[in-house]
């Protein structure tokens, strides 16, 4: 672009003022911290819910406003191996600091080295793994799957409904947020070959405002601790899960984008919070 009648002086400025604009960059690269890598899974041999789409797009949008990690987003499980892809720009475990399952259902695609490479990335590299609503519900042949996601899906009693939720742990990063109690409306897992002595719970129902009539013969839980969250560890790995995110509305409510974002940044290291676990406090 041509600029006429421009004084040396107001060259100068401009001069001046990209160089600083530039020491200014190149200052904030130097003090920026190292983006991680994260690595999100949709793929879904069972039930398929709508709302895939909108979680894998919320952590891609979540990542790169935040600029703190950047999203790669596969429906197949091609890059869960510490192999060499050998296609051009593929990448394996290696690459990433963290895996997200979104919604992923029924038993995935992953051979037996790639269930071994998963645990060893999470276990004893201390990569994080992030599981939204579905990912409870798959890979139920895989016992160590279960153990580090902490239990599988066992009904949804209620469906999707204004679910009375209870705040457990105010304290953890990615529920701070919420108030003592309040109502999302969400299909809510019951779990199975889970326990509140092996994670922290950090959400659960309010079991005096279930309809368990409604809930009928899928109640199975005698004790009615239904966990909304928790947080927990796996070797050297932080695992963090939610049953919200069931809907595409969900993805479009700011508490729960602040809160898997929030979860995101806990299981890569940037903030802390305990995992210990805890005796189910009395109603609020």
Known sequence: MKIKRT?????????????????????????????KHVLVIGQTKGFEHDSVPDAMAAVYNLGKKSGLWE???????????K????RGN???????DAIVFASTTGELDLDDS??????????????????????????????????????????????????????????????KHFAKS????????????????????LLRLDESKLDYKKGGERVHRTD??????????????????????HTKEAWDDPDIQTM??????WVLGMTEGSTASHPKPPLP
Not at 7 to 21: D, E, K, M, R, W
Not at 71 to 81: G, H, L
Not at 90 to 96: D, E, Q, S, T
Request: net charge neutral; proline share 4%; hydrophobic share 40%.
């Open 7 to 35: 004084s040396s002086a107001l060259v100068i400025v401009a001069l001046v003022g990209a160089a600083a604009v530039g020491l200014h960059h190149r200052a904030q690269a130097q003090t920026s911290p190292v983006k």
């Open 71 to 81: 999203t790669y987003i596969r429906t197949d499980t091609e890059w869960i191996t």
């Open 83 to 86: 192999k060499k892809v050998d």
């Open 90 to 96: 593929a990448k394996n475990l290696n690459y990433f």
């Open 114 to 175: 790639q269930k071994a490479d998963m645990m060893t990335a999470i276990k004893d590299e201390g990569k994080g793994f992030v599981g939204i609503h579905a990912a409870l519900d798959t890979l139920y042949k895989w016992p160590d799957y279960g153990e580090m996601i902490g239990g599988w899906f066992d009904q949804h009693p209620w469906g999707t409904f204004d679910a009375p939720i209870i705040l457990e742990d105010p304290t953890f990063p990615a529920t």
């Open 182 to 201: 309040f109502v999302k409306k969400d299909e809510i897992y019951q779990d199975k070959d889970w326990s509140r002595d092996k994670v922290n719970v």
């Open 224 to 245: 009615h601790d239904f966990a909304v969250a928790w947080a927990k560890t796996y070797g050297k790995g932080r695992i963090f899960y939610s049953t919200l995110g």
């Open 260 to 265: 898997y974002f929030e979860a995101i940044k």
